[in-house]
């Protein structure tokens, strides 16, 4: 039986990182043995107040003092690249929180150099283990719902409006894209693959830039992926996979706790509740552990190409906000209208 303690490091204080903790403290042969942060008044209350020995005020300190067995990357979205890079420099595996790049570029290079070290590199796509999406995925293996005809997918809410806030700052990774069509996306591709043929964007930039709201169509060979995203609508948060014999609901699909099952006629005939789960991040926690034990790259349930489309995409999100902002009018393709059309 192994005994040894599998020793976390945590880079990053915000709230985020505590429900990490709280999750690796549910966890029997792993601890957090350190977190850092770019202020060491900050790090240490987060310590205290977590139960953690060390704290440092410096993240390359904390790599390279304590050479943990793993990094948790809990900082903005801005910082993951660097962190994540800086974390590979120290050959120290890594969980990074979502959306783990801004762009593919940044992607290829992390996941070459994690391929060539031997070094694990996984983006923390929780929902993916979450007991109700798995449940909705053997559901639709099993035929449950036919042949896929349609699928879509909404995540939004009234993000409180600070331009400062890591919701509508660029300098923090701010917008919709790296803070939920994240998720939409890589749910949807979870369970339909990566067969589409195009990716259609429309965004709506805040007053900061960042987008605030997406609306993406995957176009997949026989069916449509819809995806809307929001940081200033109080959507409807659901995933519909709809089908020639039925459809499947996940209310809530990024913090999943049901899946629903309907005939063609609108009758449920199965409904899955999660009473299990307390901290959903105990799944990811034990995926990564496994992998990086077992001397593999990535993670069987959030592979590195799964993290690459979705920095494709958000490429693609990047070329429409641009042409937005050079003052011309677009399609929902992004390409280019005469103005005044």
């Known amino acids: 039986m192994r005994t040894e303690s599998f020793r976390w490091g945590i880079l990053g204080a915000g709230n985020i990182a505590v429900k990490f903790c709280d999750a690796v403290n549910g966890i029997a042969d792993c601890t957090v043995a350190a977190v850092g942060s770019k202020s060491l008044s900050r790090a240490e209350t987060f ?8 704290w440092y005020g410096n993240y390359e300190e904390l790599l390279k003092n304590e050479k943990p067995d793993a990094v948790y990357i809990a900082a903005t979205s801005n910082d993951h690249y660097r ?6 420099d120290y050959g120290i595996p890594v969980l990074c929180e979502k959306a783990m790049f801004q762009n593919s570029g940044q ?28 449940t909705a995925a053997k559901w639709l293996e099993q035929g449950r719902i036919g042949r896929v005809t349609a699928a879509e997918a909404a995540i939004g809410f009234l993000a409180p ?12 990774g701010g917008g919709a894209a790296l803070d939920l069509t994240v998720y939409t996306f ?27 709201t997406d609306h993406i169509v995957l176009e997949y060979p026989d069916f449509p992926a819809v995806m809307t995203t929001s940081l200033r609508a109080p959507l409807e948060e659901q995933l519909v996979l709809c089908g020639t014999e039925g459809r499947i609901v996940v209310p809530r699909p990024h913090m999943a706790e049901e899946a629903i099952l309907f005939d063609p006629s609108g009758k449920c005939v199965e409904a899955y509740r999660d009473t299990e789960t307390v901290n959903g991040f105990q799944y990811e926690i034990r995926e990564a552990m496994g992998c990086i034990r077992e001397g593999r790259t990535e993670s069987r349930v959030v ?18 906000m641009e042409k937005k902002k050079s003052g011309g009018c677009y399609d929902r393709k992004g390409n280019s209208e005469t103005e005044g059309n």
């Open 47 to 54: 310590a205290r107040e977590n139960g953690i020995e060390r």
């Open 83 to 88: 962190l994540t890079m800086m974390a590979l």
């Open 107 to 134: 992607a290829s290079v992390v996941f070459a150099r994690s391929e060539k070290e031997k070094i694990f590199v996984m983006e923390a796509m929780w929902s993916r283990f979450l007991p109700a999406v798995r």
């Open 161 to 172: 409006y600070e331009p400062s806030n890591r919701y509508f700052n660029p300098a923090l």
């Open 186 to 212: 890589e749910l949807l591709t979870f369970f339909l693959g990566h067969g589409y043929l195009q990716a259609d964007a429309t965004v709506y930039p805040s007053e900061t830039g960042v987008d605030e």
């Open 303 to 320: 592979p590195h190409r799964d993290t690459m489309a979705c920095a494709e995409l958000f490429d693609r999100i990047g070329e429409v």
